[in-house]
């Protein structure tokens, strides 16, 4: 049991690890008291966001974001411009400063 738990863990973190570098659609579903936004990728992998304290909430909203590093139980990334992103699977926008 431990070989298979140890295992998981070890193709958990590749995947995450595999994402760098990749730009996704990002659906954020929670805001958490860390100063991260948390969301998942189409691809199901977890998504942190640090969380700027003049930004508004991208809860239940969808943005493009780079991966730039991962952990064992997520990826960090960044907001990036739609016209700057790898992927055009889904529409998204930087959060207007109104």
Known sequence: ???????A???KFAFFKAQIGKTFPV????????????GHAPNGAVIR????????????????VRIE???ADCCYGTLV???AAD????PAALPNSR
């Open 1 to 7: 049991m431990e070989q298979a738990q140890s295992l």
């Open 81 to 83: 411009a739609q016209d």
């Open 69 to 71: 590093e991962n952990d």
């Open 27 to 38: 659906l954020f579903e929670r805001e958490r008291g860390d100063g991260y936004h948390i």
């Open 87 to 90: 992927s055009a699977a889904s």
């Open 49 to 64: 966001v640090f969380a700027e304290k003049s930004k508004k909430s991208l809860r239940n909203r969808i943005f493009c």
């Open 9 to 11: 863990k070890a193709s």
